[in-house]
C-alpha cells in the first residue's frame, strides 16, 4: 500500500510544480515583453534497486514560448518594441549578458538607460547606455539613440549609442529564475544589423490568459485525484491492518 501512496504523493507534487509555471504565466498576462512557459509532464524511470518498469511522472518547464506578442502604441519616445525576431540586449544583476523583449525604457538615478525591471539596456560597444542631460530623445529603427543636449539649439543634435540587438538562433536562448534570457555558455551573442525596433510601441505578454487558466483548473482536478488516492490508500492500509489482527 506504501507504493501506492508515494505514487499519488509523487503524483500530486509534481501537478503543483506544474501549477506554479501556469500560475506565474497568468499572473504575467499583462507584464510588457513577457514570454510564456512551457509545462508538460513525463515518465521519469526510478533509479536504483527495483524493476525498471517502475516509473514516475516528473513535471518540467522544457522551453520558453517566444512567439512575439501584439505591439502596442504608446507614443511615448522611450517605449521601443522589436518588429519581428530579435531581442534587446542587457546587463542582469550578475554583470552577464542577457536578453530581453521588455522595451518599456527609462531613465534610473545613473542616467542610465534601463528596463522596467531595472536591468540595464547595453550599447553596441558592450557597456550601459549613459544618456548626459536631454531634451529630447529618439530612437531609430536600427537602435541608434538621437539627443538634443539640454540648452541646445534645435538643430544641436547628436547621436549618443546604439542599443544592442541580437537575433539568436532558434533553441539558443534558454530563460533564467530572473525572467531574463541568456545563453546556454553565457557567452554573448554578436548584434545584428537585422534586427529593427519600432519607438513609440510596446509588446504585449504573449500569455493567453484563456489557455492559462484552463490548465490551471484541469491541474486543480488532477491534484484532487491524487488526493483521493491518497485517501483510498489509507483506507485500504487499516482495512488490511483490521484483517491481519483477526489472525
Do not use: C
Amino acid at each position: 500500500m506504501d507504493k501506492v501512496l508515494y505514487l499519488a504523493m509523487s503524483g500530486a507534487r509534481e501537478t503543483m510544480r506544474s501549477q506554479q509555471a501556469h500560475a506565474n504565466n497568468l499572473a504575467n498576462a499583462t507584464t510588457t515583453g513577457f514570454k510564456a512557459d512551457f509545462a508538460q509532464a513525463r515518465a521519469m524511470q526510478v533509479y536504483g534497486e527495483g524493476h525498471e518498469s517502475r516509473v514516475y511522472a516528473m513535471a518540467e518547464r522544457p522551453a520558453t514560448n517566444t512567439a512575439s506578442g501584439t505591439l502596442m502604441q504608446t507614443g511615448r519616445s522611450l517605449d521601443v518594441a522589436v518588429d519581428g525576431d530579435g531581442w534587446l540586449a542587457v546587463i542582469d544583476a550578475n554583470g552577464n549578458e542577457a536578453y530581453t523583449r521588455q522595451g518599456e525604457l527609462q531613465v534610473n538615478q545613473f542616467n542610465q538607460l534601463v528596463t522596467g525591471s531595472g536591468a540595464r539596456v547595453m550599447g553596441n560597444g558592450g557597456i550601459p547606455i549613459t544618456l548626459p542631460p536631454f531634451e529630447k530623445l529618439d530612437i531609430g529603427g536600427d537602435g541608434t539613440i538621437t539627443i538634443k543636449p539640454l540648452g541646445a539649439g534645435a538643430s544641436e543634435l547628436a547621436i549618443l549609442d546604439r542599443i544592442k540587438l541580437v537575433k539568436p538562433e532558434s533553441g539558443e536562448l534558454f530563460k533564467s529564475t530572473d525572467g531574463l534570457m541568456h545563453t546556454g555558455n553565457n557567452q554573448p551573442l554578436l548584434p545584428d544589423a537585422g534586427v529593427k525596433l519600432r519607438s513609440g510601441f510596446v509588446e504585449s505578454s504573449n500569455v493567453s490568459s484563456v489557455t492559462e487558466l484552463t490548465s490551471i483548473i484541469d491541474l486543480a482536478r488532477q491534484f484532487e485525484m491524487h488526493v483521493k488516492m491518497m485517501k483510498t490508500a489509507e483506507e485500504n492500509s487499516s482495512a488490511a491492518a483490521r484483517i491481519l489482527s483477526l489472525q
